[in-house]
């Protein structure tokens, strides 16, 4: 299954992608959107590209009473984002690899962070594939909405964080 899911961020790249790559931020989104213990990891090395790994549990709410019992009562999804060097406009642009694990879902895909005229988007575009014989179209939508859900919910605490009127602006010291 083919998914794509497409923000629209009231900040520019460079902004945003700060906050994206900010631990604290990542850590804290994370709790705030998942059922259960949340984990974020932030690597860039000597010429590789920036790395950031989030584990973190989901609720199984939005799969069917009936697929439930090949899912179990927790879902844990794990996903890696490995970004390239940013282009000259700013944008940027990463390979996304989601594994929710014991479904048998994979998502395999990419991120890319592009300016527009009021701020920025952040879209993510995939393909979405569950290997459960049979059911596989079924668990795939399931994912597919938890994904989706999962998305906005990011999305609405990173727009809550870049409207704060404490945060710094650009050019102004702390």
């Given at each position: 299954m083919h998914l794509v899911v497409e923000h629209e961020l009231a900040a520019d790249v460079?902004?945003?992608a700060a906050l994206l790559t900010d631990p604290g931020f990542l850590a804290q989104r994370a709790r705030s959107v998942s059922e259960g213990d949340a984990e974020v990891d932030v690597t860039a090395g000597a010429g590789a590209p920036l790395t950031v790994t989030t584990r973190r549990g989901l609720p199984t709410d939005q799969i069917p009473?009936?697929?439930r019992r090949f899912v179990g009562e927790r879902l844990e999804a794990r996903q890696v984002e490995a970004s390239q060097?940013?282009?000259a406009d700013?944008?940027?642009s990463a390979t996304v690899?989601?594994?929710i694990v014991g479904a048998a879902v994979r998502l395999?895909?990419?991120a890319r962070l592009e300016p527009t005229a009021a701020g920025s988007r952040l879209r993510?575009?995939?393909d979405l594939h569950a290997g459960v014989p049979l059911l596989g179209p079924a668990v795939e939508q399931a994912a597919a909405d938890a994904i989706r859900a999962t998305l906005a919910d990011e999305h609405r605490v990173t727009e809550r964080w870049l409207t704060r009127p404490d945060r710094l602006q650009p050019g102004h010291d702390a």
């Open positions: 460079a902004e945003v009473h009936q697929l060097e940013p282009g700013g944008s940027r690899v989601l594994e395999t895909g990419t993510y575009e995939g």
